[in-house]
């Protein structure tokens, strides 16, 4: 089998905010990386219970509440290191700003920093780390194969707010013209919020950041 026929992403949708947390899963082991869980954790829990799964590693596209609320849990559960960029941990403090997030809820522990064009190898798998500041300062994608793992900073024909704290709009414009529309066209992109596209229909559709030869 191929490494790609081997590799499986699973989505955990949040219906409060409509929230994808992305659960990565080798079909020939038990072992998984979770990007992002938020509030739907205790699915999420349930999910890697049913299917006898491993979380081994936690992955953060950026630092805010609806994207990593869930680490605490994760971490409790399944002893696994949570991974964020160095300048997002000033997001963590606002954790209980998020409707819905308990007052007495745990503190996000990060164990890690990530850094930009960092390769992390997870089972003959290369997850390339991509920094594209804009909706925060430390928002970050994940590249592996095919697919990129986008947080809040591309949408199916929409991109990130950029009016809270650490937000920029040149920042994010650049993050998505100079990154993110420089990768092959077939690549899928899997959002932070809603549904999946590709960087071939944002190039061509995307009201927000048109590709300069479609202006």
């Known amino acids: 089998m191929t490494l790609r026929s081997l590799v499986e992403l699973a989505i955990v949708v949040d219906p409060s905010f409509d929230q994808n947390c992305y659960v990565l899963h080798r079909r020939d082991t038990d072992a998984a990386v979770v990007i992002d869980p938020g509030l739907q954790h205790p699915q999420v829990l349930e999910l890697l219970e ?18 990593v609320n869930g680490v605490p849990a994760l971490k409790a559960a399944h002893r ?3 991974a964020l960029h160095r300048d ?3 997001q963590l403090s606002r954790l209980r700003l998020l409707p819905g ?7 996000v522990e990060i164990d890690e920093h990530l850094e930009d064009g960092q390769l992390l190898h997870w089972h003959d798998l290369d997850i390339e780390v991509l920094h594209t500041p804009g909706h925060t ?10 697919n990129l793992v986008a947080g809040d900073t591309l949408f ?7 009016d809270l704290l650490g937000g920029s709009w040149p920042a994010l414009i650049f993050s998505i013209e100079q990154r993110l529309y420089t990768l092959p066209p077939s690549t ?3 959002p932070g919020h809603g549904a ?4 071939a229909e944002e190039i061509s559709g995307n009201p927000f950041v048109v590709h300069p030869r479609y202006r």
């Open 188 to 190: 899928v992109v899997h």
């Open 50 to 67: 049913r299917h006898g799964l491993r979380c081994e590693r936690i992955l953060l596209t950026h630092g805010h509440p609806d994207h």
């Open 156 to 162: 199916r024909r929409g991109v990130g707010r950029t």
């Open 196 to 199: 999946s596209t590709t960087i």
């Open 88 to 90: 997002d941990t000033e």
């Open 80 to 82: 696994c290191p949570a």
């Open 137 to 146: 300062r430390g928002s970050v994608c994940f590249r592996f194969g095919q």
């Open 101 to 107: 997030v308990p007052e007495d809820a745990p503190e």
